[in-house]
């Protein structure tokens, strides 16, 4: 089994930037591919971007230009940098660790004003 511990989440105005941290444990050999998923209320959780263990990455078209994510293999951990973040953006994000099931973290909640 894998962990998942994200951190980095909180409140920032409109236009301002925030980096999520996920930290893998456990079975990490395992993982072939990370990746960031949001929740907000009353919506389904979608994709936000994601990354393989060879470092190939994909965005939601949504966060293209804004986001970027990173992952660092000495460290088990994954990064996602927000910047030009949007009121819209405002959900819980998780971390999600694809071995031959999905992990999830147990998210952290990203509010961002107007």
């Known amino acids: 089994q894998v962990q998942l511990v994200e951190s980095g989440g909180g409140l920032v105005q409109a236009g301002g930037s925030l980096r999520l941290s996920c930290a893998a444990s456990?079975?990490?050999?395992?993982?072939?591919?990370m990746g960031w998923h949001r929740q907000a209320p009353g919506k389904q959780r979608e994709l936000v971007a994601g990354i393989t263990s060879d470092g190939r990455t994909n965005y939601a078209d949504f966060v293209k230009g804004r986001f970027t994510i990173s992952r660092d293999n000495a460290k088990s951990t994954v990064y996602l940098q927000m910047n030009s973040l949007k009121p819209e953006d405002t959900a819980v994000y998780y971390c999600?660790?694809?071995?031959?099931?999905?992990?999830w973290g147990q998210g952290t909640q990203v509010t961002v004003s107007s």
């Open positions: 456990g079975s990490i050999f395992s993982i072939n591919a």
């Open positions: 999600a660790a694809a071995t031959n099931r999905v992990e």
